[in-house]
């Protein structure tokens, strides 16, 4: 079955370093989502991407956020002066060939800011 | 009013328990309701999409109202593996921004 991939599953960094984290969504899909999931809380959409470029994001997606799909397969969030507030999971989707599909989720990256 | 509001349990039900959950959502012009299922610190998977018809997928129905704005799910004859928090999705307004629950918590015992 198949299924969207992230990496890395645990990353540890710094107060003030880039991460980037990395996402392989369903090969045939169109619709690519982040959301993430501070502990404890509910999940929180940050940004979706379609034909190259956001369509939506949200209050959270400032500027230190960017995504980026540099390939035809991995679809990438960076994060570029990390915050002790960005701790979190997070978690790559994708959805199919149509606007509101359900939407498919990876097992998420843990980022920790120290 | 949150964009979407679910009780937040927990529910603590017996195996073979029928348990109902209900869900709000504030904009009238949403367009795709879904439920999910998230395991402790796993990530959300998808239980099904919910049509205006309503719909079942064996133990599980979920129904929507547009009119009072809300969505529910049932799950019949509950199984310890139900156990999880279940999230109440919904995509705005039909267009790309996608709004969780906060989740609701079931715990089924033996």
């Known amino acids: 079955e198949p299924e969207v991939t992230q990496t890395p599953s645990h990353q540890v960094t710094q107060m003030g370093q880039e991460v980037i984290l990395r996402c392989v969504p369903i090969?045939?899909?169109?619709?690519f989502y982040w959301y993430r999931q501070i502990l404890g809380q509910k999940v929180e959409f940050l940004v979706s991407?379609?034909?190259?470029?956001?369509?939506?994001k949200s209050e959270i997606f400032d500027d230190q956020f960017s995504v980026e799909r540099p390939d035809g397969s991995n679809f990438t969030l960076k994060i570029r002066s990390t915050k002790l507030e960005d701790s979190a999971m997070y978690f790559c989707?994708?959805?199919?060939?149509?606007?509101?599909?359900?939407?498919?989720f990876g097992q998420g990256t843990r980022l920790t800011v120290v | 009013r949150k964009e979407v509001e679910q009780d937040p349990g927990p529910f603590n039900v017996p195996e073979g328990a029928t348990v109902a959950f209900n869900c709000t959502y504030s904009?009238?012009?949403?367009?795709?309701f879904f439920w999910y299922r998230q395991d402790c610190r796993k990530e959300p998977k998808l239980l099904m999409s919910?049509?205006?018809s309503g719909n079942e997928d064996g133990r599980f129905t979920a129904q929507l109202n547009r009119a009072s704005q809300y969505i529910s799910l049932l799950i019949r004859d509950s199984k310890l593996s139900d156990s999880a928090t279940y999230l109440c999705?919904?995509?705005?307004?039909?267009?790309?921004?996608?709004?969780f629950g906060a989740g609701t918590r079931l715990f089924v015992k033996a």
């Open positions: 989707a994708s959805s199919g060939t149509e606007l509101n599909t359900e939407a498919f």
């Open positions: 090969s045939n899909h169109l619709y």
């Open positions: 991407f379609y034909n190259n470029e956001i369509s939506e």
């Open positions: 904009n009238s012009a949403s367009q795709s």
């Open positions: 919910v049509y205006s």
């Open positions: 999705v919904v995509n705005l307004g039909g267009g790309f921004k996608t709004i």
